[in-house]
């Protein structure tokens, strides 16, 4: 409440000055960042940008409120922007990788990831983004090369296991993909993705019929359709 009348006061000291300041602009978009209100947090970014056009912060910052708009192809121009005003700051290529990570952009994602690494090889986060763009790669050992990294990190994160699952089924390693998908749901027993690939993985590699089927039951009682096709035609 006190920042919010703060503000109030900076706008009507600027209808005798010169209006807000860049710094002032951004510093409101940041606010609205904080409250999840994108489109307005893009319009005071704009504002900002109007006073300087190669603010980096403003420009890393308006391509994240895009990205949580969704604006995935929108926000990979601001992001470019971002770091041709500081091409030393890892967090505009890190965003950029992850706007092309959406849009299906592998190739590029993994790029992007690259030098983000290489500016900052403490940001574990990215080992685990461009192990997904691997992934969407099929480039399955260094996508586990990846995920691998990530888990050095923090072993208990349910969504890695998932995907180095995945990445290890691509490798042909059905016996360690369960081991990874069987980690995964005692993670995290609400993912369905997971227990749906891990009964077929248990059934078609396996021939382990009984507990595929249990997985995929489990599967169905998440939500995950694509379970039914299999219980009928197998565990019926």
Request: charged letters at 20%.
């Amino acid at each position: 409440m006190l920042v919010r009348k703060l503000w109030i006061l900076i706008v009507a000291l600027g209808l005798y000055a010169c209006g807000p300041t860049e710094e002032e602009l951004v510093a409101e978009g940041m606010t609205n960042m904080d409250g999840q209100n994108w489109d307005q947090a893009v319009s005071y970014f704009d504002r900002a940008l109007d006073k300087n056009p190669g603010n980096a912060t403003a420009l890393n910052a308006k391509g994240v409120a895009l990205f949580q708009l969704e604006k995935y192809k929108e926000a990979i121009p601001v992001f470019t922007r971002s770091i041709q005003a500081d091409s030393i700051n890892y967090k505009p290529w890190f965003n950029r990788g992850n706007a092309n990570l959406e849009l299906g952009n592998f190739k590029e994602a993994v790029s992007d990831y690259n030098l983000a690494n290489g500016l900052d090889p403490s940001q574990t986060d990215i080992y685990y983004n461009r192990g997904l763009a691997l992934l969407g790669l099929e480039e399955y050992e260094d996508a586990l090369l990846d995920f691998d990294a990530a888990l050095q990190v923090n072993p208990n994160q349910a969504l890695v296991h998932f995907n180095r699952g995945k990445a290890l089924l691509g490798n042909n390693n059905p016996v360690a993909a369960i081991e990874a998908l069987t980690r995964s749901v005692d993670l995290n027993k609400s993912n369905g993705a997971a227990y749906y690939l891990l009964g077929v993985t248990r059934m078609s590699a396996l021939g382990q019929k009984e507990k595929g089927c249990v997985d995929l039951k489990m599967a169905l009682s998440l939500g995950y359709q694509e379970a039914q096709t299999w219980l009928n035609d197998f565990c019926e």
